[in-house]
């Protein structure tokens, strides 16, 4: 039976003044990406607050309004659409899958700037959706092509979750290992949530794969590394991952990420002037038993960053103002000077590997500059 999307009412500070922008936040709380939800929250609100100190954005007062991005699709964006119509909010960002972003970005996308921050399969060309984080060309390929010449790796098993992301992804990637001289010897794609990988495992232990390309969220890449290394596999093959986080090494425990690999545009490793800089202020900011601001729960400050940049730069919340002004629009965190190619985040890309509970940044992938 249909049931109508939930009538939401305005939070209690809610004011249709003009004197805040309200920006929904849309991020998991529950689910597999739940693990994320605590560093994604503490990143957003960091932003906000920095953003705030130094003006605003266009005089008025940023503030959050959070959404569970966790929840079923379909609810999500019933409930970001509700609150977009009622004048609750006039900026959307956040990390949630792809198949969240797919629902929500259809109904409000033309109507209020929408960032969306997770690493995703690529091709997103939705009129007012901007992107700051990876796709599998910027990402996955040169890591693929580096792991082929530095370990030699030919064979591949692919393990994702079975929806948009990981699918696409591997269909990407079946071209990449073509390209590097190697072949995709079995994929396996599991339902959100799985806890039980003996099946996928035994697969893996049957064939002559000498690598496993990880396209699993949160926890259960978390449950998938314990299997995996209870299983003895982390002798045999080295893992690579386009979504493991800090937060995640630390769920798996440190038997369980021998040879693993992970590629993203931030770490906590690193060590430049821009990430000390976000460092030193989460830091500050929660102390020292915050959770880890990893790769997922950063992109989530660069998602403010990258909002309030494009309502500044076009000194208006219309859609297509904004858009029109894109192209000139930049900024600078913890990732560095990030600009725009078309709505994409041009930024570094690194490849690392997991040494215990941190990652060693092997080399860097792709400079900002690539596509210029």
């Known amino acids: 039976m249909h049931r109508p999307p939930p009538r939401l009412s305005a939070p209690d500070w809610f004011t249709a003044d003009d004197s805040a922008l309200n920006i929904a936040l849309v991020y998991p709380m529950q689910g597999p990406g739940?693990?994320?939800?605590?560093?994604?929250?503490?990143?957003?609100?960091?932003?906000?607050?920095?953003?705030?100190?130094?003006?605003?954005?266009?005089?008025r007062e940023l503030r959050l309004v959070e959404v569970d991005g966790g929840a079923p699709p379909g609810e999500v964006a019933a409930q970001v659409e509700a609150l977009v119509e009622t004048g609750v909010v006039q900026g959307v960002t956040g990390w949630h899958i792809s198949s969240v972003r797919q629902a929500v970005a259809p109904r409000i996308a033309h109507r209020v700037p929408y960032v969306y921050t997770a690493l995703y399969e690529g091709g997103e060309n939705t009129e007012g959706?901007?992107?700051?984080s990876e796709t599998p060309a910027w990402q996955l390929l040169p890591a693929m092509r580096l792991l082929a010449e530095a370990r030699r790796?030919?064979?591949?098993?692919?393990?994702?979750?079975?929806?948009?992301?990981p699918r696409r992804s591997a269909h990407a990637a079946r071209r990449y290992v073509r390209e590097c001289g190697g072949r995709v010897c079995g994929e396996a794609y599991l339902p959100l949530g799985t806890e039980e990988f003996g099946e996928v495992l035994r697969r893996i232990e049957h064939t002559d794969a000498d690598a496993v390309l990880m396209l699993l969220v949160g926890s259960d890449g978390v449950r998938f590394n314990r299997a995996f290394a209870a299983a003895g596999l982390d002798q045999r093959c080295l893992r690579l991952s386009t979504l493991m986080d800090e937060n995640m090494l630390l769920g798996s425990g440190p038997d369980a990420t021998a040879d693993l690999f992970s590629t993203a545009g931030f770490f906590t490793s690193l060590a430049d002037r821009n990430s000390m800089d976000f460092h030193g202020s989460y830091a500050d900011r929660y102390g020292a038993d915050a959770p880890v601001p990893g790769s997922?729960?950063?992109?989530?400050?660069?998602?403010?960053?990258l909002l309030?940049?494009?309502?500044?730069?076009?000194?208006?919340?219309?859609?297509?103002?904004?858009?029109?002004?894109?192209?000139?629009v930049s900024y600078e965190g913890p990732r560095g000077l990030i600009g725009l190619d078309g709505r994409h985040a041009r930024q570094r890309i690194y490849l690392a590997q997991a040494d215990g509970l941190d990652f060693t940044v092997l080399a860097q992938l792709r400079s900002p500059h690539d596509l210029l």
């Open 34 to 59: 739940g693990i994320f939800g605590p560093t994604c929250e503490a990143c957003a609100r960091l932003a906000v607050e920095e953003v705030n100190k130094a003006g605003g954005v266009l005089g």
């Open 129 to 132: 959706v901007y992107l700051t």
């Open 153 to 165: 790796v030919r064979r591949w098993f692919v393990v994702g979750n079975d929806y948009v992301w």
């Open 296 to 305: 997922l729960g950063e992109s989530c400050y660069e998602g403010v960053l």
């Open 308 to 328: 309030a940049a494009l309502v500044e730069r076009a000194r208006t919340l219309d859609v297509g103002a904004i858009g029109a002004a894109a192209e000139n």
